[in-house]
């Protein structure tokens, strides 16, 4: 039995009830009528405590003030309003499915959904109900969960006299264990009410009863609920019904964490090579020369414009005595030997194996000349120390020999040769072998290097190298890959050898004393004479000396001051770390702006989150609701459904942001040709960011707000 004291209530200054007291009994249907605005509606509301207790109520004999009863009370109570509760994002069927899990099978309830007439509605979801439609729904769920209470607000309001009478024929059978209290005007459902009770003037008047002696009221048993239950399986119903929102939210936040998580794991591949590789022995090293003009070409551009002039011994020595400076070695590059003189303008290279040529480079020649292509002019060869043997070889022949030539891998292709072509095979050329530094002047017509315009008149100071042709036969000892640090254009860098032996083969036809060589302009050109007062041009022959040398300094941190120290005594420098340090400091900067933009991106986004989860609040207002009309009323198990909810989206925002990740990382090694490490930093940020947005800041909404 329900039963309340000397109720009052009033709104504002409008007086609803005023000291009315009245009881409830179990076994009946009891109806309340009234004009609009009467009250009906307040009294069930404050049935149902919604204004808290705020007056002298007993259940079964108990105050509800005591909070056991109290809760008690409610959680045998179902008050079903005018606005049918249900969870919009659940199918009707999974709503009803999910009440079967917390109270048990209804064994009448494909019955039930028939007498109602919702075979077909039952997979659709609340908001493609009609309000008739919901209400029939919502009588089949209370006969799921069997309340002790239950209270209606104009059940019949959307009801034709079928259902009404079908809704009559549940409610009989409902009351045998339950009380049943409906406040409507409906003149059927007051025909058939078990008690009648009528509003006026602020009182609650019983006009008519049925009731049966106190005594023989049986008790009504407690129902059985099981509010423990994981809600994995519905939570991912319920985002199947917004899939496409869902979807374009979680790559719209996934996108702002990866790409915070980018900018942090951007270092992991390019920065961390870099500075490995600034710690390797090549990149310890610079290249030192003398340029004619510090804008022309580098050393490894055209050698055969010859503006190069030889270091010194005496400033080989003022090098030497710069701090810091571990070794130095002569920079030294062989070309294929072409005398204009005697027509002989292409270079020539044959393979021989087992005494036979197998390939001769003039098919190769032959073959570029008929497509226009001019990339066989010169065929260089470089040196290679042992440390890039390791390093850069990908085939080697004949291991224990030291004395021969490696074929780059793209020249082996471009001459249609393979590797077993040049297993045991020998390379028979003419090389170019220096003898004499030239020193004079050369005549310009058109444009310096440096752009300056000149007339055939003008002379500037050059140096060029005197060359005799030297045929070679080196045995073929292997193939590299054409990666070696500083090397030529691809068309021109063709072979290497032992660093060693191409000394060796440099200084094999130097000769022991120079010359003068006096030059008269005739009609003829420049020819020779053998007096300096008829000589309109000197040119003077120096025994060869190496024009550039490879200088390796001690450390990396070193290197800028002896490139400082080098360049002030007048030298040039290719300083590869130069290059790197721009590139370096480039990426950084484009690292702590991608940063920048990751960490604002974050904020907008959990502000747009946190914004749309404000709006949002009436929709997990009205979830909440949802959750207590179906048993859940303390703020702790909400709380523990909400935390459940909350994880599964941080969890899909972690794992759609490290595939993104993924992706971007994948393009970005395609991209630059640099692969990148996922470390765990990034990984941390993702999840970090992910559960923090979809987990810490709904979470702290939901304990703060008063709901």
């Keep these: 039995m329900i039963r309340v004291q000397d109720l009052s209530f009033s709104y504002s200054q409008l007086t609803i009830f ?88 209804c064994s009448n309830l494909d019955f039930l959904i ?76 007051i025909d058939n009410a078990d008690m009648l009770y009528t509003i006026d003037n602020h009182d609650l008047i019983l006009q008519d009863s049925t009731l049966l002696d106190n005594n023989k009221i049986s008790k009504i048993k407690n129902r059985e609920i099981s509010l423990k239950k994981n809600w994995l399986n519905i939570f991912m119903k319920m985002k199947k019904h917004h899939i496409f929102k869902e979807s374009i939210t979680l790559l719209l936040m996934s ?13 992991n591949g390019f920065f961390r090579s870099f500075e490995t590789d600034l710690e390797t022995l090549e990149n310890r090293n610079i290249l030192v020369y003398k340029g004619l003009d510090p804008s022309s070409p580098g050393f490894n551009g055209n050698m055969e414009n010859a503006t ?116 045991d095979a020998s390379i028979k050329m003419n090389i170019a072998i220096p003898m004499y530094d030239v020193s004079g002047k050369m005549q310009f017509s058109g444009s310096t290097p ?6 055939d008149d003008d002379f500037l100071p050059a140096n060029y190298i005197e060359c005799t042709s030297k045929e070679l036969v080196l045995p073929i000892l292997g193939v590299v890959e054409h990666d070696l640090e500083g090397a030529l254009t691809e068309q021109d860098a063709t072979f290497y050898m032992n660093d060693q032996l191409l000394e060796k083969i440099a200084q094999s036809c130097m000769p022991t004393k120079g010359k003068s060589v006096y030059l008269r302009d005739s009609a003829e050109g420049y020819v020779e004479t053998h007096s300096l007062e008829d000589a309109d041009l000197v040119e003077v022959y120096t025994p060869w000396q190496p024009n550039a040398y490879t200088v390796e300094v001690d450390k990396t941190e070193h290197i800028e001051k002896v490139v400082d120290e080098l360049e002030s005594k007048g030298l040039t420098v290719d300083w590869k770390y130069n290059d790197y340090q721009l590139i370096g400091e480039s990426m950084k900067n484009t690292k702590t702006t991608l940063y920048f933009i990751s960490i604002a991106s974050i904020i907008f986004v959990t502000f747009i989150y946190g914004i749309i989860h404000f709006i949002k609040g009436k929709d997990e207002k009205n979830f909440n609701q949802w959750l207590r009309s179906i048993g859940y009323l303390q703020k702790k198990d909400i709380l523990k459904i909400k935390i459940q909810k ?7 925002l972690a794992i759609i942001s490290y595939m993104m990740l993924w992706v971007v990382v994948l393009i970005s090694a395609y991209v630059y040709y640099q692969p990148y490490i996922i470390d765990f930093n990034s990984v941390l940020v993702i999840f970090t960011v992910a559960f923090i947005i979809q987990l810490v800041v709904p979470m702290l909404w939901e304990v703060l707000s008063n709901d």
């Design 114 to 189: 028939q007498q109602m007439g919702l075979e077909k509605e039952k997979d659709l979801y609340p908001a493609q109900l009609s309000g008739g439609e919901k209400l029939r729904a919502s009588f089949v769920a209370i006969a799921i969960m069997k309340p002790q209470i239950i209270l209606m607000d104009e059940p019949t309001a959307s009801l034709n006299i079928e259902y009404k009478i079908k809704l009559l024929e549940l409610l009989q059978n409902l009351k045998k264990d339950c009380h049943i209290i409906i406040a409507t005007h409906d003149p059927y459902i």
């Design 18 to 105: 005023e000291e009315v007291s009245f009881s409830f009994y179990s076994h009946h249907i009891t109806v309340i009528k009234g004009e609009s605005g009467s009250g009906k509606t307040t009294l069930l509301d404050l049935l149902s405590l919604r204004y808290g207790v705020c007056f002298d109520m007993e259940y079964n004999g108990q105050s509800i003030v005591h909070n056991k009863v109290q809760m008690k009370y409610l959680k045998n109570l179902y008050y079903m309003q005018q606005e049918c509760s249900f969870n919009t994002d659940l199918k009707i069927k999974d709503y009803w499915s999910l009440l079967e899990s917390i109270y048990g099978q």
């Design 450 to 455: 440096s752009g300056i315009e000149t007339s």
């Design 308 to 423: 190069y002039f030889p270091i010194t011994s005496s400033e080989l020595a003022t090098i030497q005595n710069i701090p810091n400076i571990a070794s130095m070695s002569p920079k030294i590059i062989l070309h294929s030997y072409i005398d204009e003189r005697l027509l002989k303008s292409y270079p020539s290279m044959q393979i021989i194996k087992d005494n036979q040529i197998i390939y001769d480079y003039q098919n190769t020649i032959d073959k570029e000349l008929k497509e226009s292509n001019s990339n066989f002019f010169t065929l260089f060869i470089d040196k290679m120390n042992n440390q890039e043997k390791e390093k850069y070889i990908s085939e080697s022949f004949r291991n224990h020999e030291e004395d021969g030539i490696y074929l780059t891998k793209q020249f082996m292709i471009r001459c249609g040769l393979t590797i077993d072509n040049l297993k």
């Design 646 to 652: 909350y994880f599964i989206n941080a969890l899909l």
């Design 255 to 267: 996108f702002a964490i990866t790409l915070c998580a980018f900018s942090i794991n951007v270092d």
